[in-house]
């Protein structure tokens, strides 16, 4: 597996090997050793997540008050730009944000660990969009910033206005936002 580090610390991408031949192809999506010896980091992940949403489509930007989650996540089908913005405060990258794509061409993963703000913006016709979590999901403790936020100025990869739901179109300025000590 390749490790690389982006410009926020401890938001890795991965890249597994693929073995492919004419039937196919094959990849390990998920060892726990692997994944510790790769990164440095040992979680225990409790929770699994799959969405399916069409092309323009837009999630986030998300994230929990308590039960902060890590999450490592990645496409099966399609493509998405996939963001996580840094909301701990003593990070010297506190309020930076970070893009790539993830496509079920390039099995490229993200390791975002907590205590971030997520989102991702469906890229192709549709995407398959799959998630582990270091924590359980806690409606009651879910925020959502503004996902064009004119502070952290994302640059989405848009054709157009995305397609977002009531909740997330209802997020509030990073400046406003509640950010957990």
């Known amino acids: 597996m390749k490790v690389t580090q982006t410009a926020i610390e401890g938001v ?3 890249e597994p090997q693929v073995f492919g031949d004419s039937r196919g192809f094959f990849m390990e999506s998920y060892n726990r050793l692997r994944f510790a010896e790769a ?8 929770q699994d997540n799959h969405s399916r949403s069409a092309k323009g489509v837009l999630r986030g ?15 099966t089908s399609g493509a998405v730009w996939d963001v996580a913005v840094d ?3 003593n990070s010297p990258t ?3 944000c970070v893009g790539i794509e993830l496509s079920d061409g390039n099995s490229r993963q993200l ?3 907590p205590g971030m703000a997520h989102g991702f913006l469906v890229i192709s016709e549709s995407a398959d969009f799959l998630y582990k979590t270091t924590d ?3 409606p009651q403790h879910e925020r959502c910033i503004a996902w064009n936020d004119p502070e952290l100025s994302i640059d989405w990869p848009l ?3 995305p397609l977002v739901s009531a909740k997330d179109q209802a997020g509030v300025a990073f400046s406003q936002a509640d950010i957990p000590a």
């Open 159 to 161: 054709d157009g206005p």
């Open 39 to 46: 990164t440095g980091v040992d979680v225990e992940f409790v």
């Open 94 to 96: 506190f309020g930076r």
């Open 136 to 138: 359980y999901y806690s």
């Open 12 to 14: 890795l991408i991965l």
């Open 87 to 89: 909301l701990r405060r």
């Open 111 to 113: 390791w975002i660990p």
């Open 61 to 75: 930007l998300h994230y929990q008050m308590q039960q902060a989650q890590g999450k490592l996540v990645r496409v």
